[in-house]
């Protein structure tokens, strides 16, 4: 008797332990595998300005990175939804909970060791939920919908407050296909981002345009990511994107301003690349990288700590 007692007690255990550790179907709403690409059209529109653009802007996965806090997060590349700039492009660090389904992008400035709180894949109608700073988030609709021919389930994410308005929407198995901004303060205006192309995980969704750009004014897609990790140490990658091509030159200073290393000087065609800069030569600080096309420059700033 005791024996099948204790057997039983073993399987309730082992059950709810396997509960505990299964992976949330909703993650399927954010898929995130090194490779992923997703191909955007942008419509930005300022008030009181002549800027009223629609262009193609790229969302991929990288790669992924250990960071300090002892998580690994995905480098994703793609273009500020903060931004009124157009092209702007960032690097952001985002990790799928596959338990929780909740999804979090790399901070040291929030008390959640994950970071910041920016989806929570399994709410449901009404559910809100709290980024770590005070920012609200709404659930507002679970629907079916069709995305790049494709049937699917679709959630709707709401943050409205006094000085920010924005939105999205994803859907199962493809992902963020659609994003909203309304810039409250400054010139005022809007920046929408509907989803057109996808490539996840081999499987691919609707179709890539020919052209970079559509009839309307052309923005400049000259651009310098973050550099990646940041600090770093001693080696980090820098992207940068090209709108035409041409010769660049990149550059590495010091604070002094004295040319610690010249990265590339050369001709390189349109569009995206990454290039690997190694400081173990070097002392721990902060660096400028300087990017020149042209006339054209800009400048970030990176930290080598040792």
Same mark, same amino acid.
């Given at each position: 008797?005791?024996?099948?007692?204790?057997?039983?007690?073993?399987?309730?255990?082992?059950?709810?332990?396997?509960?505990?550790?299964?992976?949330?179907?909703?993650?399927?709403?954010?898929?995130?595998?090194?490779?992923?690409?997703?191909?955007?059209?942008?419509?930005?529109?300022?008030?009181?300005?002549?800027?009223?653009?629609?262009?193609?802007?790229?969302?991929?996965?990288?790669?992924?990175?250990?960071?300090?806090?002892?998580?690994?997060?995905?480098?994703?590349?793609?273009?500020?939804?903060?931004?009124?700039?157009?092209?702007?492009?960032?690097?952001?660090?985002?990790?799928?909970?596959?338990?929780?389904?909740?999804?979090?992008?790399?901070?040291?400035?929030?008390?959640?060791?994950?970071?910041?709180?920016? @989806?929570?894949?399994?709410?449901?109608?009404?559910?809100?939920?709290?980024?770590?700073?005070?920012?609200?988030?709404?659930?507002? *609709?679970?629907?079916?919908?069709?995305?790049?021919?494709?049937?699917?389930?679709?959630?709707?994410?709401?943050?409205?407050?006094?000085?920010?308005?924005?939105?999205?929407?994803?859907?199962?198995?493809?992902?963020?296909?659609?994003?909203?901004?309304?810039?409250?303060?400054?010139?005022?205006?809007?920046? *929408?981002?509907?989803?057109?192309?996808?490539?996840? @995980?081999?499987?691919?969704?609707?179709?890539?345009?020919?052209?970079?750009?559509?009839?309307?004014?052309?923005?400049?897609?000259?651009?310098?990511?973050?550099?990646?990790?940041?600090?770093?140490?001693?080696?980090?990658?820098?992207?940068?994107?090209?709108?035409?091509?041409?010769?660049?030159?990149?550059?590495?200073?010091?604070?002094?301003?004295?040319?610690?290393?010249?990265?590339?000087?050369?001709?390189?065609?349109?569009?995206?690349?990454?290039?690997?800069? @190694?400081?173990?030569?070097?002392?721990?600080?902060?660096?400028?990288?300087?990017?020149?096309?042209? *006339?054209?420059?800009?400048?970030?700033?990176?930290?080598?700590?040792?």
């Amino acid at each position: 008797m005791n024996k099948k007692i204790s057997s039983t007690f073993l399987i309730i255990f082992l059950l709810i332990n396997l509960s505990w550790g299964q992976n949330s179907p909703a993650c399927a709403f954010y898929p995130l595998k090194i490779g992923d690409l997703w191909q955007y059209e942008v419509t930005l529109v300022l008030n009181n300005t002549n800027v009223d653009t629609t262009y193609y802007s790229f969302k991929e996965v990288l790669g992924d990175t250990l960071m300090p806090n002892g998580y690994i997060y995905k480098i994703v590349s793609e273009e500020s939804l903060e931004s009124n700039v157009p092209g702007d492009i960032i690097i952001r660090y985002i990790m799928v909970d596959s338990v929780s389904a909740n999804v979090y992008e790399y901070s040291e400035d929030y008390e959640n060791i994950k970071g910041k709180l920016i @989806d929570s894949l399994e709410c449901q109608i009404g559910d809100t939920f709290d980024d770590g700073q005070g920012m609200i988030y709404s659930c507002d *609709n679970v629907f079916t919908d069709t995305v790049l021919n494709y049937v699917t389930e679709c959630k709707s994410i709401n943050l409205s407050m006094p000085d920010i308005q924005e939105s999205h929407s994803l859907a199962k198995d493809i992902g963020v296909y659609y994003q909203n901004k309304i810039f409250l303060d400054g010139y005022g205006g809007n920046k *929408n981002f509907n989803l057109i192309y996808a490539n996840i @995980d081999g499987e691919i969704y609707g179709e890539q345009p020919n052209a970079i750009y559509s009839d309307k004014k052309s923005p400049s897609i000259f651009s310098l990511g973050n550099n990646y990790p940041n600090p770093f140490n001693p080696v980090t990658t820098i992207p940068y994107t090209l709108r035409t091509s041409g010769t660049v030159k990149l550059t590495i200073f010091d604070t002094t301003g004295k040319i610690v290393r010249t990265m590339v000087n050369n001709y390189q065609r349109a569009g995206k690349h990454l290039i690997k800069f @190694d400081g173990k030569m070097l002392s721990s600080g902060v660096y400028i990288i300087r990017l020149q096309f042209k *006339n054209q420059r800009l400048t970030k700033k990176m930290i080598l700590l040792r």
